[in-house]
């Protein structure tokens, strides 16, 4: 059977690797860059630039563990550098894997002719089903200014060869507060200015209200429940944003600015008027196993902005893959771990206590702090919050959400157990290892 799939990120090129192995002929449509905005824009660059941060914020502490008069500099050159070669060791790795598989990798990107084919640098491509995986674009809002050449986006932050002496950032989501974290880190002052009331809109509000003053104490400027009016620049080049909270406008002035609203699915150039899908500027409309309107073309990942996450990219490729072929699968798209890579971590699965209040899901909660786990106390890590939720009819565990070292490592494991169906008594029986940060789990369970 043969198999087109456009876009190479984590959805396209793995779905890409299995669908090679289970015999089907494979063409992948590779628009840019292998790995996509995850690999190359997104998920892993920013990680790198991250564990930076960590870095530097420990030496700043270096006193707390014994280590006296310890000086340091950072070589912002050598923190690019480290962050290219993380990238160019993956994006290699992931065309071996490809060519191992014998998957034909086209480095074009393609748009439909018809329902049954597509077109790249001139040449004609059939199949007999389409899997589209496109990806998504930064997005910018509509006010004067937005398209200063002093705005960047995430892409070109990452690509900057200078740490900002100042800079502003529109947006107080995953984005934006992990380059707020990163470049105080570094030095920068930072301000974030976001629209809605609490800074990570889809986390649970007590783990957003926490980490907001978390950071503030950093020295971080958190605004919320302010809307951005216009971007311009001053005599001294510098960007001023003017905003307007509580009826009131101010300004925010800084040497750099960062637009980080969100991201829109990418649907230019597919042409997909003449294959008949059915789209708008929100995505590509799919049903639960990622089939558009037209039966044998598939959309996964971002492009159908079901959940913007690399790793539900990679999942839907499989279910869709697994639609093909016509089996069944057990892949929940309820139960997906999310985290937030600041300091201290935040992480995230299932229903927060607000979705379960508008659902009228009855509930009972454990929290448990870190301050009075040993281990983090050991680490130096004492600022975090565990927030278990269950549900009062059952004793299911539906939701956690935590704030903390390791908190994406440990929202992991509570999906783990989300998937297997334990229950407030289930878990009560399991045996957790002494000392570890995964018994905060353990010890909002025993206070639910």
């Not at 990238?87 to 490809?98: K, N």
């Not at 050991?378 to 565990?397: H, Q, S, V, W, Y």
């Not at 903390?404 to 490592?409: K, Q």
Request: proline share 3%.
């Amino acid at each position: 059977m043969k198999i087109i799939i456009i876009g190479a990120g984590p959805g396209g090129y793995e779905t890409a690797l299995e669908a090679a192995k289970r015999g089907h002929e494979v063409t992948l449509f590779n628009g840019d860059r292998l790995g996509g905005t995850c690999l190359n824009e997104g998920c892993i660059p920013t990680k790198c630039l991250c564990r930076n941060a960590e870095m530097v914020a420990s030496f700043k502490e270096a006193d707390k563990y014994g280590v006296d008069d310890f000086t340091f500099t950072l070589d912002y050159n050598k923190v690019v550098d480290r962050k290219k070669e993380v990238v160019d060791t993956l994006r290699s790795g992931i065309d071996s894997m490809l060519k191992a598989a014998k998957v034909n990798v086209v480095n074009a990107m393609a748009s439909f002719k018809d329902s049954h084919t597509v077109v790249a640098d001139g040449t004609e491509y059939t199949a007999d089903y389409f899997i589209i995986a496109t990806g998504s674009t930064s997005k910018s809002l509509p006010i004067e200014g937005h398209d200063l050449e002093c705005v960047k986006d995430s892409t070109q932050m990452l690509d900057i060869e200078y740490i900002p002496e100042s800079l502003t950032i529109i947006g107080g989501g995953v984005i934006g507060m992990e380059f707020a974290n990163i470049f105080a880190s570094f030095g920068s002052k930072v301000t974030v200015i976001e629209y809605m009331k609490q800074i990570l809109p889809p986390f649970d509000a007590d783990i957003a209200k926490r980490l907001k003053q978390t950071l503030s104490k950093k020295g971080i400027t958190i605004v919320t429940g302010a809307a951005a009016k216009k971007i311009e620049q001053n005599e001294d080049y510098e960007v001023v944003v003017t905003y307007e909270v509580k009826g009131k406008e101010e300004t925010a002035v800084s040497s750099d600015l960062l637009m980080a609203v969100g991201r829109a699915p990418r649907v230019q150039g597919l042409n997909l008027e003449a294959a008949g899908v059915d789209y708008s500027p929100k995505g590509i409309v799919v049903d639960d196993w990622m089939r558009t309107n037209v039966p044998h073309i598939y959309a996964i990942g971002d492009v159908n902005a079901k959940m913007m996450l690399a790793h539900v990219a990679t999942f839907q490729g499989i279910h869709a893959l697994n639609a093909i072929d016509g089996k069944e699968d057990k892949i929940n798209f309820d139960i997906v771990p999310s985290a937030v890579f600041v300091v201290p971590e935040c992480g995230m699965v299932g229903l927060t206590e607000e979705a379960c209040k508008a659902q009228g899901i009855e509930i009972r909660k454990g929290q448990s702090f870190f301050r009075a786990n040993g281990k983090a106390l050991a680490m130096g890590e004492p600022d975090g919050l565990c927030k278990l939720i269950f549900r009062k009819d059952n004793g299911k565990l539906i939701g956690a959400h935590i704030m903390g070292v390791e908190a994406a490592d440990l929202a992991q494991q509570c999906a783990d157990l989300m998937n297997a169906g334990m229950t407030i008594n289930d878990m009560k029986n399991i045996i957790f290892g002494h000392p570890t940060i995964s018994e905060v789990i353990m010890s909002a369970v025993h206070n639910a």
